[in-house]
């Protein structure tokens, strides 16, 4: 059974910066493109980034951000250790939500939380003005 468990959420000032991890088991890591959504109180889970199952063609292109995450947050992982990671810097209140892992079996991402298979529990981001 495959499980996905995220970690590294917690309380930052503005301006600052955390990193979350997912470390998964029970799932074929390298088959699987690996994204991050959030999901504010009160809104929609959104698209955060994706990245591709590969670093190498054909499975691979480039990693997705949404705008208003684009130069300030970093996807990558590391299939030697099933694991996914989102660096966040430059933290703002508006980056306040519950951030998921989730694996989507295909080479590439996708903006659309349906396509996505597999999930964590998720991890609270806070960031106090």
């Known amino acids: 059974q495959a499980q996905l468990v995220e970690s590294g959420g917690g309380l930052a000032q503005t301006g600052g910066s955390l990193r979350l991890n997912c470390t998964t088991s029970?799932?074929?890591?390298?088959?699987?493109?690996m994204a991050w959504f959030r999901q504010a109180s009160g809104k929609e889970r959104e698209i955060v980034a994706f990245?591709?199952?590969?670093?190498?063609?054909?499975?691979?292109?480039?990693?997705y951000y949404s705008l208003s995450v684009k130069g300030r947050f970093t996807i990558t992982r590391d299939n030697a250790k099933n694991t996914a990671s989102l660096q966040m810097k430059n933290l703002s209140p508006e980056d306040t939500a519950v951030y998921y892992c989730a694996a989507r079996q295909s080479g590439g991402g996708s903006i659309y939380p349906q396509d996505y298979a597999y999930w964590g529990q998720g991890t609270q981001v806070t960031v106090s003005s």
């Open positions: 029970g799932l074929a890591f390298s088959d699987h493109a």
């Open positions: 990245i591709s199952r590969d670093s190498v063609a054909p499975y691979y292109s480039s990693p």
